[in-house]
């Protein structure tokens, strides 16, 4: 084990200035990904602040009907909190889908949004990997790829996110708060990640020692019809294969508004915005709704062995729509 130091923050200020002053410092939420990583030798902070007693957490009503969740609050509470399961079921049924309960009990929220691509290359020393030494190459792509992206990759790397979470913060337009010793600011969830290019280790746009401190979900997305479902490998405890949020506002026999963002497929949670024009201010038939589950996938570029990705999430995507417009019967 390699030594480090480890500091609480008391206030944000205090967290900033730590991660400021020493360029090795990393933040810990929970741990979940980070000491997995430290474990594997994949992170090596030279410090450790431990964001856990900043008041950060819960969950709090803004003026339009949305609510904000603070960077600390745990996954489990998160999922549970009655306005969460109220406004947004997506996101409590996404939260609910990652992971184990007792990982639900330590992960935070902002931490989830941060944790790195579960790629078997990545998390070993072994083997090259543009996502930990860039320019060293992604063996992935001619190697074991089956569960990577089929959207939105480059040659220099196929890996997926791993969240469940921040697919349905897709879905729902969410805003993500951070605060940097400047001020604080804030980024919509859609440009919070960057597309791999030809950089694959820059993840976000947040800035340099940035520190995120809540994620907000707009009074515009509350109450529309919603579901996340998710494929995997195994019954629980599995990262998606595929996955499927979407919400969707139906008034006078019309979708009137419609977002699907989709997991599992890609290096960042992926908005379908081409399927979802399919469907905005149409009437949701079965035809429409299977010409929609097309489109999303109309630009996948599947490798070698990762094909029958394409043919899941249209299927899911087909499943999901239905459910929530009542057409699935008419399939």
């Not at 940097?180 to 290019?197: K, Q």
Request: proline content about 5%; glycine content about 10%.
């Amino acid at each position: 084990m390699r030594e480090f130091a480890y500091q609480r923050a008391a206030q944000v200020r205090d967290a900033l200035a730590a991660v400021a002053d020493d360029t090795g410092a990393r933040y810990l939420g929970g741990g979940t990904n980070l000491v997995d990583l430290m474990k594997c030798g994949v992170e090596e902070p030279t410090r450790l602040v431990d964001l856990r007693r900043l008041p950060l957490g819960g969950v709090h009503d803004t003026p339009d009907g949305g609510l904000v969740i603070g960077a600390t609050t745990t996954n489990s509470d998160a999922a549970a909190d009655l306005e969460v399961r109220r406004r947004f079921p997506v996101l409590s049924q996404a939260v609910l889908a990652g992971a184990s309960g007792q990982l639900r009990n330590m992960a935070t929220v902002g931490g989830n949004l941060l944790q790195r691509t579960r790629c078997g290359y990545f998390a070993d020393l072994s083997q090259p990997c543009n996502k930990r030494v860039p320019g060293s190459g992604c063996p992935a792509i001619a190697g074991a790829h089956h569960n990577h992206a089929v959207l939105g990759h480059t040659e220099h790397c196929a890996a997926t996110h791993p969240s469940d979470m921040a697919v349905a913060l897709a879905a729902l337009d969410a805003v993500v708060r951070y605060e940097t010793l400047d001020g604080a600011d804030e980024i919509p969830l859609s440009r919070f990640y960057l597309p791999v290019g030809d950089r694959p280790d820059r993840e976000t746009a947040l800035p340099p020692g940035a520190l995120v401190t809540a994620v907000v979900l707009p009074g515009s997305a509350a109450g529309l019809r919603s579901r996340y479902r998710k494929v995997r490998e195994r019954a629980s405890y599995a990262f998606a294969t595929v996955s499927v949020a979407a919400a969707l506002d139906i008034r006078d026999g019309a979708v009137r508004d419609v977002r699907i963002a989709l997991g599992g497929v890609a290096s960042r949670p992926w908005r379908a915005g081409s399927a979802e024009a399919l469907l905005r201010g149409a009437r949701p038939t079965a035809d429409r709704v299977r010409a929609c589950a097309e489109e999303a996938l109309s630009d996948a570029y599947p490798l070698r062995d990762n094909g029958y990705k394409v043919t899941l999430a249209r299927n899911l995507i087909e499943a999901v729509l239905g459910e929530l417009t009542g057409t699935e019967e008419n399939r």
